[in-house]
């Protein structure tokens, strides 16, 4: 049972980054699927989810730039960024909402980096 993230990488300001998560024996197109970044020395912070029927929400700072979406036949996540800023920084961290006793799941990060 396990979210695996792939591509993050080093990008300069106004640019873009595509990341994805596969989820691997976890059941996927029923459950809540998110992304969310740290900052050294900080919380983890969403950044955005979306329902299985499709219903995506974004924090704030992020609304216009990302996007969010799933694909259940993949059983994967995507999480397209564009016009990055510096303040985007950080290890993105997929999600999975699982039911009370399961635990939430999540994959084991991917570095994002944006350079002004």
């Known amino acids: 049972v396990q979210l695996q993230a792939s591509g993050g990488g080093l990008v300069q300001a106004g640019g873009s980054l595509n990341l994805s998560c596969t989820a691997f024996g976890t059941i996927f197109s029923v459950r809540v699927m998110g992304w969310y970044r740290q900052t050294p020395g900080k919380q983890r912070v969403v950044v955005a989810t979306i329902t299985a029927a499709g219903s995506a929400s974004y924090v704030d700072s992020v609304k216009g730039r990302f996007t969010i979406s799933r694909d259940n036949t993949k059983s994967t996540v995507y999480l397209q960024m564009s016009s990055l800023k510096p303040e985007d920084t950080g290890v993105y961290y997929c999600?999975?909402?699982?039911?009370?006793?399961?635990?939430?799941?999540w994959g084991q990060g991917t570095l994002v980096t944006v350079s002004s």
């Open positions: 999600n999975q909402q699982r039911p009370a006793g399961l635990g939430n799941l």
